[in-house]
């Protein structure tokens, strides 16, 4: 099956700082990718999403970079707020069917 | 609110046990799943059930049984409950995603299960 592994299990920031969060794909074949945000006691939530088309997104102070190349993706949180604390997960998914594959998780904290 | 929800939040039960676990989403979603999350936040799907009908069954003991009384409900039922069945279980919902589309999937709050 497809692998979807994360660099950095856990991951302190000062807070203003930005956060890099990266993750590896294993599927050259994926073609759709997600970060998603689990807050201590609750489900993910979605954040940002990207296809294989595109190499860069941008949402609300989060970009996502997509390196088809190496299969490597990441999250950027621009000026970490102590809100942004969670466990971010990386999922991917191929061109047919609704499975998306998640990574393990890295664990953000920001430090006031 | 419109969301997914799920019964219980925590179960705790004995080894051999039945159980059930229960989820709704009123959004309108056409597809639903269930994941489960172990001790080191790993989340790795099991089912996936399109307009009541299963669409994904990962690598699952068929002690687990997932049942689609609508397309708004998916419940799962575990028999002989094992030790390492112990962990969080989530529910989720997304739009059915057609060839070329894509379509976030929305996650209950979850349910920790505890198996003694």
């Known amino acids: 099956g497809e692998s979807v592994g994360l660099h950095l299990p856990t991951l302190s920031v000062q807070e203003g700082d930005n956060s890099i969060i990266n993750c590896a794909y294993s599927?050259?074949?994926?073609?759709?990718f997600i970060w998603y945000k689990q807050e201590s006691g609750k489900g993910p939530q979605f954040i940002i999403d990207?296809?294989?088309?595109?190499d860069k997104r941008q949402g609300q102070r989060v970009t996502v970079l997509l390196n088809k190349t190496v299969k490597h993706l990441s999250l950027q949180i621009a000026a970490t707020q102590p809100g942004d604390s969670a466990v971010y997960f990386c999922?991917?998914?191929?061109?047919?069917?609704?499975?998306?594959?998640f990574g393990t998780g890295t664990s953000l904290t920001v430090i006031p | 609110d419109t969301a997914v929800s799920q019964t219980p939040k925590y179960l705790v039960t004995q080894m051999g046990n039945d159980k059930s676990i229960k989820c709704e989403q009123n959004?309108?979603?056409?597809?639903m799943y269930w994941y489960k999350q172990d001790s080191k936040k790993f989340l790795k799907i099991m089912f996936s059930?399109?307009?009541?009908?299963?669409?994904i069954n990962e690598t699952v003991p068929n002690r687990f049984s997932p049942k689609s009384p609508d397309k708004a409900h998916l419940n799962l039922h575990i028999n002989s409950l094992e030790l390492g069945d112990s962990a969080v279980y989530f529910c989720?919902?997304?739009?059915?995603?057609?060839?070329?589309?894509?379509?976030?999937?929305?996650f209950g709050p979850g349910t920790r299960l505890t198996v003694l």
């Open positions: 989720a919902s997304s739009q059915e995603r057609g060839r070329g589309s894509y379509n976030e999937q929305f």
């Open positions: 599927n050259s074949a994926s073609d759709y």
């Open positions: 990207i296809r294989s088309n595109m």
């Open positions: 999922a991917e998914a191929p061109w047919t069917g609704n499975q998306f594959y």
């Open positions: 959004l309108g979603h056409d597809t």
């Open positions: 059930y399109n307009n009541k009908e299963l669409i």
